[in-house]
């Protein structure tokens, strides 16, 4: 089993910029594919980016060209870097794993097996 730690959070002004991590243990991130995603207060789990065991990347509509996610194998984390930071921003941000066979790039939260605690950014305008 692999577990995941994020970290990060924070509050910010919009238009700042603030990176998350995702710290994975036991099992090595090679072998997953990663993803964020994030909840805002009385909504439903949002995809936000993933980066899959192969290299390939996505994002959602509403953070791309500001979110930039990435993989660093020698320190086992994922990491999300966000700029341009705005209010509708704010949300707990997790970070997700999903094992077994890559098929095609993963957005329902449903198809990811281990999460992280998650960690609150909170953007003020």
């Known amino acids: 089993q692999v577990q995941l730690v994020e970290s990060g959070g924070g509050l910010v002004q919009a238009g700042s910029s603030l990176s998350l991590s995702c710290k994975a243990s036991?099992?090595?991130?090679?072998?997953?594919?990663m993803a964020w995603f994030r909840r805002a207060s009385g909504k439903e789990r949002e995809f936000v980016a993933t980066?899959?065991?192969?290299?390939?990347?996505f994002y959602s509509e509403s953070v791309k060209g500001r979110f930039t996610i990435s993989s660093n194998i020698t320190d086992n984390t994922v990491y999300l870097q966000m700029t341009g930071l705005k209010p509708e921003d704010t949300a707990v941000y997790s970070c997700?794993?999903?094992?077994?066979?890559?098929?095609?790039?993963?957005?329902?939260?449903?198809?990811?097996?281990?999460w992280g605690q998650g960690t609150q950014v909170t953007v003020s305008s």
């Open positions: 036991g099992r090595t991130i090679s072998e997953y594919d």
């Open positions: 980066f899959t065991r192969t290299g390939r990347i």
């Open positions: 997700a794993a999903r094992g077994g066979s890559f098929v095609y790039v993963r957005t329902r939260s449903s198809e990811y097996e281990y």
